[in-house]
């Protein structure tokens, strides 16, 4: 009997672990969550978002998510995302996915334990195209249909009917409709296409799996600009600053914002 109890205890807590979401870090301005048993209430700072959750960010909104694997996903206002499948298990990473969409709007995304892992085991789905990862910090936006996307560090790949597209560090891309993904310059992206995501601050720092895995500390202070960076600060457009810790392939390149002409 002892045995079938501790059994089971196991499989809950297993059952658990492998079917937890994300913590809110920051929530700001209206942010709305739909729970998978359709209720919405107000996302705060600090609660708890599950798999098959809808959230929605308003005009002023802005959202911080730190999934359990120490992934990292900023949203910015005006974004419809939804956790299509996260599973999660520490003792193995591999196994887990992170399976989201996004209907609008716009965000950026650091790789956590589960990419790293197994790099198929993540997708984000957009109508327009779809984007895996080869462990990222990475920009999605879609305006009028259209799918931006921008590498800071590691690389993404985009793919829909027309083929696919692989990008780097210091890359960008346009989807346009159905068209096939193509590369262009960040001048010919649509004029603050990614809102205040280009500009969060970066500060350096250094992670480990155990650190990821067991969720990032929080930790007030400046962000700086342009420094090769495992982790996250979020400052612009912000009170305050989060610093999350992540582990990327590559350094993260920060680009100044130049003058938009935007594809056409």
Not at 67 to 77: C, P, S, T, V, W
Not at 141 to 155: E, F, K, P
Request: aromatic share 4%.
């Amino acid at each position: 009997m002892l045995v079938r109890l501790a059994h089971a205890l196991l499989a809950l807590g297993l059952c658990v672990n492998a079917l937890a979401a994300a913590n809110v870090t920051t929530a700001r301005g209206q942010v709305n969550v739909t729970l998978p048993d359709g209720s919405i209430r107000l996302l705060e700072s600090g609660a708890r978002v599950e798999s098959g959750s809808k959230i929605v960010t308003g005009a002023n909104g802005f959202a911080l998510l730190r999934f359990d694997d120490g992934q990292l996903i900023a949203l910015e206002k005006d974004t419809d995302f939804r956790i299509e499948q996260y599973r999660y298990n520490r003792a193995e990473p591999g196994a887990g996915s992170a399976f989201f969409s996004m209907l609008r709007g716009s965000l950026r995304a650091i790789t956590g334990l589960i990419g790293q892992s197994n790099k198929a085991a993540f997708r984000l789905n957009t109508p327009t195209a779809t984007i895996g990862i080869r462990g990222s910090d990475w920009m999605a936006a879609l305006l009028q249909n259209n799918l931006y996307t921008g590498v800071n560090s590691g690389g993404i790949g985009i793919s829909n009917a027309a083929g696919s597209l692989g990008l780097s560090a210091g890359q960008y891309s346009a989807t346009l409709g159905t068209n096939a993904s193509q590369l262009v310059s960040f001048s010919q992206l649509p004029a603050g296409v990614f809102g205040s995501l280009p500009q969060l601050s970066l500060a350096a720092a250094s992670s480990t799996a155990g650190s990821a895995a067991s969720g990032a500390s929080t930790a007030s202070g400046a962000g700086i600009a342009g420094v090769s960076t495992g982790t996250i600060a979020v400052g612009v457009g912000i009170a305050g600053v989060v610093a999350i810790t992540s582990s990327n392939d590559d350094a993260t390149n920060n680009h100044a914002t130049p003058s938009h002409h935007g594809v056409q």
